[in-house]
Nanobody, 118 residues
């Protein structure tokens, strides 16, 4: 089992920034089985969408709508990922959920609200 603990989120004005963190914990073999981590988001009335992800090898993938504004990074232990969100727009308002993909299954965080509003 892998537990994902998220932090960050909140309310910010358009053009502002937020930083999300997601820390994975669990047994050694569960953690080392993780092949990718990332963030998804779901806005009211919309389907959940991938925001950004990073593979164990370091390859990143971003949604077109966030390219150039969001940056996904991780710590050296590869157990914590950070999503730096700059230039936020009202359409970025959503519940952001951390995801970890492993050979033993997919894991999800509890979700954190990010609201962009003046």
């Amino acid at each position: 089992q892998v537990q994902l603990v998220e932090s960050g989120g909140g309310l910010v004005q358009p053009g502002g920034s937020l930083r999300l963190s997601c820390a994975a914990s669990g047994r050694f073999f569960s953690i080392t089985a993780i092949t990718a981590m990332g963030w998804y988001r779901q806005a009211p009335g919309k389907q959940r969408e991938l925001v950004a992800s990073i593979t164990r090898g370091g390859n990143t993938n971003y949604a077109e709508s966030v390219k150039g504004r969001f940056t996904l990074s991780r710590d050296n232990a590869k157990t914590t990922v950070y999503l730096q969100m700059n230039g936020l727009k009202p359409e970025d308002t959503a519940v952001y959920s951390c995801n970890a993909v492993s050979s033993r299954g997919d894991y999800w965080g509890q979700g954190t609200q990010g609201t962009v509003s003046s």
